[in-house]
């Protein structure tokens, strides 16, 4: 018995997802957040889009990935039918993260000042000890004002962002290797890269989870992720910083997603 | 963009590669200036032409090249009577790729059942190195592939994802290629052109661990392809030699222990 | 992993009273080397009465590898050693050991276990599944009743996986779990061993016994019916090139490198010997039985068969031979009673030796019409077809089911003997061969007294071959043909003071009537004991392969031996010892075991042979081994093979070569116990502690 391998019979739709989240991005008007009536727009739909496309096909990777075996680590399934199951499933999802993370990639060219929303300032290391001590309850720290994304979720994106870009074009090698020859020095190096990769990933995307779904405390911006809204008052406590920019600016129309917009300064600290 | 298909020779076939290729043919006119916006919509729109064109052209346009699978250069001999089962070939044979001595990871596995009838009780699973090898067929990255010098059915270990096909695909029992667990890919004999734990060339100009070591002479090498049956190679290493003395052929009346 | 190369690192130790298991780490018994220096170790360490029968629940029992177990060692990787508190020898059961071929030590180390310790008795009838790490005991109620073979396919059944997908097994769920093509190793009792516990074996497929000690009996007394053992892992080697090197460099000396023209040697050897040759199953088959060599693990000369009828599979030398001689008489030729009469030993779980010696006895007493049908000693055995394979089937059921004569040979042959008022009077004849502490008579105390020694000294019949090939059989196997043996009496003690250091005397194969009682015979016997204690029974050697003393492929006929075993050894374990260094593992390995005996209640007043072996000359009938026994002597200056058959011992003279011996070995020559003084060097200072506290400590001289 043998299995038809989708990283073989389907690997054109591997090349195509790319283009199709570029074009896809191509097509899309974003809506800049904003406050309306007791609620802020957090998310647009695009956002939303961005992140579940990820995020679905990140745990489906993770998951699948995981249990073929990574590194020494030994697989989960067991041989034949459970591994090629996996293996088109990780095809699967590779279309999908892929579709997800260059829509996410075209849209963030398209707007650069949503790159810098993720960017880390130079609070970062600080307001990062801060966050988490508070969130885990043993640091008595008072937060500062934060901007729309936490300090500590930014730090946590550019670690996302490396294993992810490292991710892909591990992966586009190894997709490679089923069409055509790839020398096997290349796939000894790349093999490992993507498995440390995927551990790297994990790392972001474990505690990225529990912090961001499972605490309760983050429970307002999870409902966020599906309904793009969060509280006025969610947001003036948690959120104070980015909240004082969206008043500041709340007179903008919805044309600021226009791609040549000038990025707000950020404010001062409160406090 | 690529595709690749299989003749069912187990050839691998390449084809136009577009992955990276340039919006040329959408490109704007003079003078013109394209927003951002404007400049990713036709990347994605072209991208995604390009790769269904690219599609619709290698499989309705393109000849696939074929590639002949080259016959191996040579093939171990087994006589599974000669075989004491003593398992040391075995034990050569991990020992010689991988340094330790390990039945799970040898490319030639004996079986036997203590209480069997002779010849039934032994079977020696060697690999066949065959004209036609299904594993190397069912390889999809080409990690299993028939060595450009020697013809040997081999294994690029670092080509190998663990989809296991070649295992599967061998038309024997139990299937010669094998899964190391223990690195995480497939492999099976090479005649030993990569025991690296050996200083002797290995290979069909070399040597065979297996060879070396079998105490009783019961694996032999040729570079002809021998004929064989359903149950393996047809071979007699016995007739003809000092074996024909020794009372395996059926002992004539004998007076037990100096009794 | 931390310790050596050849090591998997630990030893598996089951306590059947809770269920619980325990890990001992190898390191800790890594001086000892292996095998039977780890068995005594850990036995003295865990057994902490020694004085207790082997049946009680306190008895420990070692089944151990050596780092070479597994390895492309020659004739080495198969064997396992068994040790604990025996319960054949008599009138105290010893702590003994036995030992067996086959695939079990090799899958053990496979599994990563260095060994396995049971204590205790488990409250309901078990049996051990180990799969890797994984170990299980596991209800053994239905397997209690059936034969070796049965309870092991059933075991099989049990471990694999429904079906080989494609030939492989995978050992776990996952697909990185480990998979093998192999079938489990088991090692087993026969049915309800309990019950004829002194005569019980264990077997492992379908040729590979442990018969010596009876630990078929200890097994069942502790509710244990079988141990499975099943690796998927490999023995790093810690210089595979080394090991492939010597490998090959052996081959010159065995068959293995000689198909084309292999030697025509007039005698037996060890590591030479051609697959098929004489001590090998092919003579013991009926005409036209086909067959091919067989070997355990590793093996390079491959002794056993298997055979066309399947019957005889496995089985070799005294399987056989405690029938084939009375099959032979009864029919003029071999027929399938001795092939019957093998399997049926195998299959039931029966120590050959003693079925041995306890047919030649019944035979003798069975013509003196002391026993049959009607008779004083009553059986219903089927005596006009002596040497049928009923009758050998019959016979050995009769103990397995403690039925006719079997009733009191199911208690062992010696406890038969006493029951039936025999004991004295047939020991005395020699019609019933039990040489010394009740075990059968092997090779001939009388003449070949290094074997007789080594058992009288030791805890049982020493069943090695060393000097057996080269003093006893080529020598008499040439004159029994008229020839003139290949190698002389005189190259043939050069070649043993050669390989025996540390004491190198050309004197010790000196089997004159002087020469047996020689301070040389001292050394013959001190150098037996050591070198068998370290290199055969701790880094498992096959007794039929090692020690390679005279080898017909070696140059002007000298064996591998003093080279070859530490560079096998050396090449597995990355270490340097040199051969005189594992002799003196070999002489700590002895001397703790010589506590034990101590401690047991051995004293050199009890140490005597039966006595017709102080009467008796040996004549036909009376012991399987009666061809004359010819063997190098120096007299009058010269070295000449001669027959010294009919010789008897002298009482005297063995209680002196006692005194020389003890005194060789630095033991208190008047109770034989081993001294302060001797056990400190030997860095056992807690041995010599616990045999003071005994009182068993002997008196430094």
């Known amino acids: ?271 | 963009m690529t595709t690749s298909k299989r003749n069912p020779e187990g050839i691998i076939t390449m084809k136009a590669d577009h992955i990276t290729k340039a919006p040329e043919a959408s490109s704007p006119a003079e003078g013109k200036t394209f927003s951002r916006r404007e400049f990713v919509t036709s990347l994605g729109g072209v991208g995604i032409g390009a790769i269904l064109g690219g599609m619709v052209v290698s499989s309705v346009l393109l000849p696939e090249k074929v590639f002949a699978i080259p016959a191996s250069g040579g093939y171990l001999l087994v006589d599974t009577k000669k075989c004491a089962g003593c398992t040391s070939c075995m034990m050569a044979c991990s020992l010689t790729h991988h340094g330790e001595t390990n039945h799970s990871l040898s490319r030639i596995q004996i079986t036997q059942n203590p209480w069997g009838n002779f010849p039934e009780d032994i079977t020696i699973s060697q690999c066949r190195q065959c004209p036609f090898p299904a594993c190397v067929e069912a390889c999809p990255t080409g990690a299993m592939h028939a060595d450009a010098k020697t013809g040997v059915r081999t294994v690029d270990e670092a080509k190998c994802i663990g989809c296991e096909r070649c295992v599967n695909a061998c038309p024997f029992t139990p299937s010669r290629a094998l899964w190391n667990f223990e690195e995480k890919h497939a492999q099976k004999c090479d005649l030993c052109e990569g025991a690296k734990f050996w200083d002797q060339k290995g290979g069909p100009d070399g040597k065979r661990a297996c060879e070396e070591i079998c105490p009783m002479g019961a694996i032999s090498f040729t570079t002809q392809i021998p004929a064989q049956n359903e149950g393996g190679y047809e071979v007699d290493l016995r007739t003809g030699t000092v074996w024909d003395t020794l009372g395996f052929g059926g002992a004539p009346q004998s007076g037990g222990h100096l009794g | 992993m931390a310790s050596s190369k050849g090591y998997s690192g630990k030893i598996l130790k089951v306590d059947l009273t809770t269920g619980k298991f325990e890990e001992i780490a190898t390191a800790k018994y890594e001086s000892w080397g292996g095998g039977h220096g780890m068995g005594s170790a850990i036995f003295f360490d865990l057994c902490t009465d020694k004085t207790i029968k082997g049946t009680d629940p306190g008895n420990v029992v070692t089944l151990m590898t050596s780092p070479l177990s597994g390895t492309l060692a020659p004739s080495v990787a198969g064997r396992t050693e068994v040790q604990g508190i025996g319960i054949q020898a008599y009138p105290i059961g010893w702590f003994t050991r036995s030992n067996f071929g086959g695939r079990f030590s090799t899958q053990l180390k496979f599994a990563g276990w260095d060994g396995i310790v049971v204590t205790g008795k488990s409250p309901k009838k078990v049996w051990l599944n180990i799969v890797n790490g994984d170990v299980k005991l596991q209800d053994a109620t239905s397997l209690w009743g059936l034969n070796t073979r049965e309870t092991q396919e059933e075991i099989w059944a049990a471990v694999e996986p429904s079906k080989k997908d494609v030939g492989w097994v995978n050992m776990g769920t996952s697909r990185d779990a480990g998979r093998t093509t192999q079938h489990p190793a088991v090692l087993t009792t026969g049915p309800n061993a309990e019950k004829y516990g002194p005569m019980a074996a264990l077997v492992h497929d379908a040729g590979n016994g442990a018969g010596q000690g009876g630990f078929g009996g200890v097994f069942a007394s502790k509710n244990l019916k079988a141990i499975s053992v099943l690796g998927t892992g490999g023995v790093n080697i810690a210089n595979p090139q080394a090991l492939m090197d010597a490998r090959i460099w052996a081959n010159g000396y065995s068959f293995a490198g000689h198909h084309d023209t292999p030697a025509s040697y007039v005698g037996l050897t060890a590591f030479g010997s051609t697959p098929g040759k004489p001590l090998s199953s092919v003579q013991d088959l009926a005409a036209g039985t086909k067959s091919r060599p067989q070997g355990c693990v590793g093996c390079i000369r491959n002794c056993r068969g298997r055979t066309s009828n399947g019957k005889g599979n496995e089985s070799q030398c005294v399987d056989f031979f405690w029938y084939d001689h009375h099959d032979v008489n009864a029919h003029g030729h071999v027929t399938d009673a001795s092939t019957r009469a093998a399997d049926a030993i195998q299959l039931m779980g029966v120590n050959a030796f003693a079925v041995e010696a306890a047919t030649l006895w019944i035979e003798s007493l069975h013509n003196q019409g002391i026993l049959g049908k009607g008779k004083k000693i009553d059986s219903n055995l089927p005596f006009d077809s002596f040497g049928s394979g009923e009758w050998a089937e019959a016979f050995i059921n009769s103990i397995v089911t403690q039925t006719d004569i079997g009733k009191e040979l199911s208690k062992g042959v010696a406890q038969a003997a006493k029951a039936w008022g025999r004991f004295e009077i047939d020991t005395a004849s020699g019609i019933l061969p039990l040489q010394e502490w009740g075990l059968p008579h092997h090779y001939d105390a009388r003449t070949e007294v290094e074997w007789g020694y080594g058992s009288l000294i030791g805890e049982r019949d020493i069943n090695e071959h060393d000097f057996n090939w080269h003093v006893y059989w080529t020598p008499t196997i040439n004159g029994l043909f008229g020839k003139v043996p290949a190698v002389s009496a005189q190259r043939l003690s050069e070649i043993f003071a050669k390989k025996t250091a540390p004491y190198n005397d050309p004197m010790m194969i000196n089997y004159s009537d002087e020469g047996i009682y020689s301070a040389a015979m001292a050394k013959t016997v001190a150098w037996h004991r050591h070198y068998t204690r370290f290199y055969k029974q701790s880094m498992l050697f096959c007794d039929w392969a090692w020690a390679d003393m005279v080898n017909p492929y070696g140059p002007d006929h000298e064996g591998m031996t003093s080279i070859g075993e530490n560079k096998f050894m050396n090449a597995v374990t990355g270490g340097d010892m040199t051969f005189e260094q594992g002799m003196e593992v070999g002489r700590r390995i002895w001397n703790l075991d010589r506590a034990v005996w101590a401690l047991q209640g051995r004293h050199r007043d009890i140490e005597k042979f039966s006595e017709y072996s102080y009467t008796t000359g040996a004549h036909p009938g009376t012991t399987t081994y009666e061809a004359p026994y010819t063997m190098p002597v120096f007299e009058n200056n010269e070295w000449a093979y001669k027959s010294v058959a009919g010789r008897v011992l002298d009482r005297q003279k063995v209680e002196d070569w006692k005194t020389l011996f003890f005194t060789l070995e630095g033991w208190d020559v008047k109770s034989g116990w081993p001294t302060r003084d001797t056990l400190t060097k030997l860095d056992l200072v807690n041995v010599a502690d616990e045999l003071e506290k005994a009182g068993k400590l002997g008196a430094s001289a």
């Open chain 1, 1 to 271: 018995m043998s299995a038809k391998l989708m990283f073989n019979s389907l690997a054109w739709l591997v090349w195509l997802a790319p283009f199709a989240g570029i074009l896809a991005a191509g097509v899309t008007r974003r809506t800049d957040p904003r406050i309306e009536g007791d609620s802020v727009l957090r998310h647009d739909m695009a956002a939303r889009v961005e992140h579940w496309a990820t995020a679905i096909s990140a745990v489906l990777l993770l998951l699948t990935g995981i249990s073929l075996g990574v590194l020494f680590v030994p697989a989960l399934l067991g041989p034949g039918v459970p591994i090629w199951t996996a293996l088109n499933l990780h095809f699967a999802a590779v279309v999908m993260f892929l579709f997800g993370t260059f829509y996410y990639a075209t849209n963030t060219v398209l707007s650069p000042k949503r790159l810098a929303e993720h960017l880390p300032t130079g609070d970062a290391v600080e307001y990062t000890k801060r966050h988490y001590g508070l969130l885990l309850g043993f640091k008595k720290f008072t937060m500062p004002p934060e901007r729309k994304y936490f300090e500590s979720e930014k730090m946590a994106y550019l670690m996302a962002a490396a294993a992810t870009i490292t991710i892909i074009i591990t992966g586009l090698v190894k997709v490679a290797a089923h069409s055509m020859s790839v020398p096997g020095q290349l796939m000894a190096v790349v093999t490992p890269t993507h498995d440390i990769a995927t551990v790297v990933m994990l790392a972001f995307i474990v505690p990225h989870i529990f912090f961001a779904a499972i605490l309760p405390a983050s429970w307002p911006i999870l409902r966020s992720m599906f309904t793009g809204r969060v509280s006025l008052g969610y947001a003036q406590h948690e959120h104070a910083g980015w909240l004082a920019e969206l008043e500041q600016i709340g007179e903008t129309s919805d044309e600021s997603n226009d791609d040549d917009v000038i990025q707000t300064p950020a404010p001062k600290r409160v406090a």
